[in-house]
Nanobody, 120 residues
Framework: QVQVVESGGGLVQAGGSLRLSCTAS????????VGWYRQAPGKERELVAG???????TFADSVKGRFTLSRDNTQKTVYLQMSSVKPEDTAVYYC??????????????WGPGTLVTVSS
């Protein structure tokens, strides 16, 4: 069993910073890759940032230069550092983690999401 959960969402003023966490637990050996997505009210879910197995990262143009990704040493948590946030960053942020299990299988799993609200 693999569980993925996001945390760190909340209310932040425009121009401020917030750090979201994506943590995988259960039969997880390591997180191989992660995609951070967001869905604003009335809009479709969109890819915001991604980290591949080799720690290569990619970012949507709308967040490039403002958001960064990092891992912790245990390889079971990936962080999305949000800086210079804007009201248009307001959304529910979801993590999709592609993990290697303790039995050497690979599987993807979504977290339930965490709400980020940016006030102007």
């Amino acid at each position: 069993q693999v569980q993925v959960v996001e945390s760190g969402g909340g209310l932040v003023q425009a121009g401020g910073s917030l750090r979201l966490s994506c943590t995988a637990s259960g039969s997880v050996a390591k997180i191989s890759a992660v995609g951070w997505y967001r869905q604003a009210p009335g809009k479709e879910r969109e890819l915001v940032a991604g980290m591949l197995a080799g720690n290569d990262t990619t970012f949507a143009d709308s967040v490039k230069g403002r958001f960064t990704l990092s891992r912790d040493n245990t390889q079971k948590t990936v962080y999305l550092q949000m800086s210079s946030v804007k009201p248009e960053d307001t959304a529910v942020y979801y993590c999709n983690a592609f993990v290697m299990t303790t039995t050497r299988e690979f599987m993807g799993s979504w977290g339930p999401g965490t709400l980020v609200t940016v006030s102007s």
